[in-house]
């Protein structure tokens, strides 16, 4: 137990000891000793020196063991005095302090826990950014440049953007997710195999013999975690590989993107510079001891402008940047600003927490303030008095605490119950030491914080003179805390309004296509399966004729890609109008998809102009095209669009407009891009990835089963996909959803609070107050008036705080636009409701105290005390 | 006295030792070793090792306050000296140990 009061006590200790020995040594000289044998027998004479301070030690610290272990006592024992209170005060710790630790245990992986790397911090993501992907990403070209002669990292690796595969290992399919990356990525990363070898840069030759590292999890579900995988071979995609490695259990991808089996990517420089210009990575590093993001981004800006003039096409050139960023800031870019919001709300309910308590304490100190005269008179002092004061909030807080503990593990469960699918890392969260230190450090803090106003108003023995000596600081000071509890409680409530509303309006979001009764089948063709042009259409077109004889099945179409997903967009300046010269670039993305004639129907997307596409245009040719009205409108104002030729991604091919479809949502669930539908010809350069879409009343487990028969008759290794439309689209509310839910939970805790903090202040205001009011009463007040009194009151206080939160939360507002769909963030609406809600809950809460006010007789309140 | 425990009794002696070598004079640890053995012809010993954690403890109590103050040779030393409340213990103190010697002493007479 070294505190800082002991160490320097105890150099006092050791000073009084040595000057002993000192005194021992002279002795022992003056009775004609040599020195040396003068000093050695003092020390014998003495005996055990550190048997003699650590008696000592017991001596001291036995005593300040002993104080506090009896200011404990006598916490606990007045606190069992006045058990309501207590238990009050402790229930608010609890929920504060819980719901707090549940939602650090949300964001903790997010914003602080390091990454599952060593030296996580140097790691960074590295490539272009432009329009196409939200994302940085790299070209094979320029990264070949790069790695050869970039100064400013340790060591700079990459990956192909990934894909499922097929395995066969010892006659059993697989469909499974691969990833191909380069040799020295696990080096990179910091990382080493669990077992087996890592990939040698010979692995990493083009046509070197392909070897794999599968994934801990594949290796141990697959293989039953066996040893004797490592020299397997397996075949996947047609290819046989051997097996050299597992990865470590921890291991996860940067992108944080599935991954059960690692190849090596064999990039092959031999290659013509455009071929690698046109083949896609995602690019990381690992920075230099000491170094910054910021120098590295500042080295790697002239090769990035060399490279970028070589590899990217000129229309985009504008429009693609260096990215050089942290890998957390990659992975959680999309709910860090969710995550910090939520850690706000977090202290918003810890504050709540502290004036809460802190003012339940302060009444409860007026109400005491006898005793602790008493205890001033007969000679404690102010310090002892003060002591005893943060004893008292600490056993309250660890009371709290450990019930908060409790609620935060249940809390957590909760959350990862309700939380949507892609919620970064939720998935991983568990109450762990690090929330349980969080939990400890928070109680301890809210105890210190509530501790204080208490310890401030200090006791006077003069007050033992009379009972109604006003402690008129201690009185401002509950008002001012019960305030802040008021704005801080708006503030939240203002903020879920804005959700709720937001999420409402989301919900009743008209899509521009009609999800219900819509059954979606989605797959994706083998790798092994005809690659060439023609070969593959057709066998969409095989497919997509089994699928329509499916009875009931209502199939109306086949698209690669269908709302609310984004589609894989095009660069607007990519497109060319007949007759006009080219638009500049910078004009952002546009949506684009192959569909069958069918979809418009099917989707139920109305045709506004000109004419749906028809089986007849399936043959060859040119595909036709249909605009959305969006985007017709951008490039033709009100021109007629119809018969005009248009020219996509700069392959001369004019393609005729033929129709005008309605706009949709067909970005997420709030945006309305710009977007054009190509028909799907049969000899369209089509993705492998398809969706068939059905309009049937049937089940869909009963559609599933047929569609599955049919494709099978085609393909029985193919898996499909079966999805009801209203599931996907509701898959992209959970997220809002969810945070909506949040925040909403927070208000609440937060009303209460405040509401209870109201009715406990003034209700022992009343109490205080009792002969006063019966004065007043046997002067001739009504009841009436009494009442209005004590509401007028809480009114005061109340507007107050609710001032200064109406101001708090519209500087909170502001915050939230990026959140809010649908709405301002200073909506009028939500800032209304909040402030009528708090002011009912207010006046729920001052009704109590103000009708027990009333209701005093008034010869029973003159005959108190 | 009949309650009185051996270890009580010992701790007790070495209290009366410094209270009463104390309310001599004022003095620092090494002063009240010296005072105790040659007042007591070299009978009586103190032992260091007790000496100091004693010291302390009757500063918490009260019975002694301490100071830090100049030897005669020009050493810092801590001093001790008696409070009202050592003064009060010492009489206590004396009256109990004659007493109890005073038993031990008819009791070894008679048998």
């Known amino acids: ?865 | 006295m009949a309650n009185m425990r051996p270890a009580d009794t010992l701790q007790g002696a070495l209290e009366l030792l410094i209270l009463k070598s104390l309310a001599h004079r004022p003095n620092h640890g090494f002063g009240i070793t010296l005072h105790v053995q040659t007042v007591s012809d070299g009978l009586l010993r103190v032992e260091e090792g007790s000496l100091y954690p004693a010291l302390h403890r009757m500063e918490k109590q009260k019975l002694l306050r301490g100071e830090w103050r100049k030897t005669e040779n020009g050493r810092r030393a801590r001093w001790y000296s008696l409070t009202a409340a050592g003064r009060k213990r010492l009489a206590e103190a004396e009256d109990r140990w004659t007493s109890l010697a005073e038993g031990v002493r008819r009791l070894l007479r008679f048998a």
């Open chain 1, 1 to 865: 137990m070294k505190l800082p009061w002991n160490r320097h006590r105890e150099r006092d200790w050791q000073e009084e000891i040595d000057a002993h020995l000192a005194m021992r040594e002279r002795w022992n000289q003056q009775a004609g000793m040599p020195p040396g044998a003068a000093r050695s027998l003092a020390r014998r004479q003495f005996g055990n020196l550190l048997h003699t301070y650590e008696d000592i030690r017991a001596v001291h610290v036995r005593r300040w063991l002993d104080d506090f272990l009896l200011d404990v006592r006598i916490a606990a024992r007045s606190f069992r005095k006045s058990p309501a209170l207590s238990s009050i005060a402790i229930l608010t710790i609890a929920v504060g302090v819980g719901a707090a630790t549940s939602i650090f245990g949300v964001v903790d992986p997010l914003l602080f826990r390091s990454l599952p790397y060593p030296n996580d911090r140097q790691l960074v993501s590295i490539g272009y950014f432009g329009p196409v992907d939200s994302n940085e990403f790299n070209v094979v070209a320029s990264y070949l440049d790069w790695r050869a002669r970039q100064t400013a990292f340790q060591s700079m690796t990459s990956m192909r953007a990934g894909s499922q595969c097929d395995m066969l290992a010892d006659d059993t399919p697989d469909r499974i997710y691969c990833q191909a990356v380069e040799a020295n990525w696990l080096r990179t990363f910091g990382l080493k195999p669990a077992l087996g070898r890592d990939f040698t840069p010979e692995d990493d030759q083009p046509r070197a013999s392909p070897v794999a590292l599968i994934s801990y999890g594949f290796w141990q579900r697959r293989f039953g975690g066996d040893a004797s995988v490592l020299g397997k071979a397996v075949i996947i995609d047609d290819r046989t590989v051997r097996i050299v490695g597992v990865l470590p259990k921890s291991f996860e991808m940067p992108q944080l993107g599935p991954a059960d089996v690692l190849m090596p990517e064999q990039l092959n420089p031999a290659l013509p510079r455009a071929a690698n210009a046109s083949s896609f990575l995602r690019t990381f590093a690992r920075l230099r001891d000491g170094a910054t993001i910021g120098q590295a981004r500042a080295q790697m800006q002239p090769l990035f402008d060399r490279t970028a003039k070589l590899d990217v096409p000129p229309e985009l050139r504008k429009e693609v940047r260096l990215v050089v960023r942290s890998l957390r800031e990659r992975q959680i870019h999309d709910v860090k600003t969710a995550s910090w919001m939520l850690l706000g709300a977090v202290v918003a309910l810890l504050l709540l927490v502290c004036a809460n308590v802190a003012n339940l304490l302060l009444a409860r100190a007026t109400a005491r303030r006898r005793e602790l005269a008493v205890r001033v008179a007969i000679g404690a002092g102010r310090g002892r008095l003060v002591r005893q004061t943060f004893t008292e909030s600490l056993v309250l807080a660890a009371a709290g605490g450990t019930a908060a503990c409790g609620l935060a593990w249940a809390l957590l469960h909760i959350f990862t119950a309700l939380a949507p699918e892609g919620l970064v890392r939720l998935n991983r969260t568990g109450f762990d030491a690090r929330m349980l230190i969080f939990a400890l450090v928070a109680s301890a803090g809210t105890a210190l914080l509530f501790g204080i106003a208490p310890a401030l108003v200090h006791p006077r023995a003069e007050s033992l003179a009379g009972p109604r000596v006003v402690n008129a600081a201690g009185t401002l000071l509950r008002r001012i805390l019960l305030s802040a509890q008021v704005a801080i409680s708006l503030v939240l409530l203002t903020s879920a309004s804005l959700f709720a509303r937001s999420f409402w309006k989301l919900e009743s979001q008209p899509l521009g296509y009609r999800p219900a009764h819509l059954i979606t089948a989605s797959f994706t063709l083998h790798r092994r399966q005809p690659r060439a042009t023609g070969a593959q259409a057709a066998l969409f077109r095989q497919i997509e004729d089994r699928l329509k004889t499916i009875p009931g099945g209502g199939l109306a179409a086949l698209s690669d890609s269908i709302p609310p997903r984004g589609s894989m967009g095009r660069p607007y300046s990519n497109i060319r109008i007949a007759g006009h010269p080219p638009v500049a670039a910078g004009g952002g993305m546009v949506e684009f998809r192959w569909v069958t004639p069918g979809y418009f129907r099917v989707m139920e997307i109305p045709i506004v102009a000109g004419r749906p596409f028809e089986a007849s245009d399936r043959g060859s040719g040119p595909s036709p095209l249909i605009l959305s009205e969006t985007l017709a409108r951008r490039m033709f104002g009100l021109e007629n669009p119809i018969g005009r030729q248009l020219a996509l991604d700069g392959d001369g091919q004019w393609c005729p407009v033929v129709g005008v479809a309605a706009d949709t949502r067909n970005n997420g669930l709030t945006e309305t891009d710009p977007e054009y539908y190509r028909l799907r010809m049969d000899n369209s350069n089509l993705p492998r990835t398809a969706v068939a879409l059905f309009r049937t009343s049937l089940d869909p487990a009963v559609l599933a089963s047929s569609i599955r028969a049919e494709i099978a008759t085609l393909d029985p290794r193919l898996p499909v996909k079966i999805e009801t439309m209203e599931t996907r689209v509701a898959a992209f509310r959970q997220q809002p959803r969810f945070l909506a839910w949040l925040v909403a939970s927070f208000a609440a805790f937060g009303l209460l609070l405040a509401a209870v903090g109201l009715y406990g202040v003034l209700s022992f205001h009343v109490a205080r107050q009792t002969q006063e009011i019966g004065v007043r009463m046997a002067l001739g007040a009504t009841p009436r008036d009494i009442a209005l009194q004590v509401q007028r009151q809480a009114g005061l206080w109340t507007a107050l705080g609710a001032m200064i939160g109406f101001a708090g939360s519209l500087a909170v507002a502001g915050m939230l636009r990026g959140f809010l769909f649908g709405i301002a963030p200073y909506d009028p609406v939500s800032l209304t409701a909040s402030l009528l809600l708090l002011g009912a809950s207010a006046m729920i809460a001052a009704w109590l105290p103000s009708h027990r006010a009333s209701s005093v007789d008034p010869m029973v309140a003159l005959r108190h005390e």
